[in-house]
């Protein structure tokens, strides 16, 4: 499965997270550890979800505000 040029909407609760950044994982968006089994290079992000909120995360990977959607994939080149 690879990146989608949309972000992913997810309702969280506190706690931490592990988001996928090499758009491979079948859980998404969080990491299954596919970046480790498809040799991406990349590794997931940790990150602490501090209240109970929706969410809005990255999945073209191209974001500059990691895990999260920052509207990249919309900005044309």
Same mark, same amino acid.
């Given at each position: 499965?690879?990146?989608e040029n949309s972000p992913?909407?997810?309702d969280e609760?506190? /706690?931490?997270?592990?988001? @996928? *950044?090499c758009g491979e994982s079948a859980?998404?968006?969080y990491c299954? /550890?596919? +970046?480790?089994?498809k040799n991406t290079g990349k590794?997931?992000?940790?990150?602490?979800?501090?209240e109970a909120?929706?969410?809005?995360? @990255?999945d073209c990977g191209r974001t500059g505000n990691s895990p999260f959607c920052? /509207? *990249? +994939?919309?900005?044309t080149k």
């Open positions: 499965m690879a990146y992913i909407f997810t609760t506190p /706690g931490k997270k592990f988001f @996928c *950044t859980t998404k968006p299954d /550890g596919s +970046h480790s089994s590794s997931p992000k940790e990150f602490t979800i501090e909120l929706r969410y809005v995360v @990255c920052d /509207g *990249t +994939h919309s900005k």
